[in-house]
């Protein structure tokens, strides 16, 4: 019903209900209930109250008088007002992933998921398994320069150990010439 009425939802009904059996605050979770909530299905459940955000949730079934599912409820008292957490409504954790979806991509085939598990395009799957392939060489490219830059600073002060004034080779020539 709520695919029907408001829209795809990111998770299944079955993992809807199971994350609010985890909240503290749940005492018991009916599932498949319905969408405009009559005086009957109350007392038959004991629920004392109805929470939700204040905003009047339209009623697209056409079944409550007002256009406001919880109208009825707040009219008797058993509607708690909730306050939505900024940034992690549904619409806004989407909207998230599709901003950073090819991070997403990247992220899960590095663990190992196929792109057509992902219902990720052969094309765009290849194009990103091309991007971590040339991220890969461009580390390893990084490691190699460093690693020669640190030979380079080797070679450079053996030579200025070996050939400035107070170097080992003038030390040597000094040793040679008073020995003599």
Known sequence: MTHRLKGRT??????????L???????????????VISD??????AIDFVCHDAL?????????DDGDVYSHI???????????????STSDLIIRIISE?????????????????MNVPFMK????????????VKSEMDVFVHKVM??????????????SRDGSLVRFIYKIVFLL
């Open 10 to 19: 990111v998770m299944t009904d079955v993992e809807r209900y199971e994350s």
């Open 21 to 35: 059996r985890h909240c503290k605050w749940v005492d018991e979770v009916v599932e498949d209930a319905p969408w």
């Open 40 to 45: 009957e299905f109350l007392d038959k459940h």
């Open 56 to 64: 009047p949730y339209t009623d697209a079934s056409g079944q409550s």
């Open 74 to 88: 707040k009219s008797l008292g058993k509607f708690l007002e909730t306050k939505r957490t900024e940034g992690i």
């Open 101 to 117: 979806y090819d991070t997403f991509i990247r992220r899960n085939l590095q663990r190992g998921y196929s792109g057509k598990e």
């Open 125 to 136: 799957e290849q194009s990103i398994k091309l991007d971590m392939a040339m991220d890969k």
């Open 150 to 163: 640190g030979k380079a600073e080797d070679v450079q002060h053996s030579f200025l150990d070996l050939f």
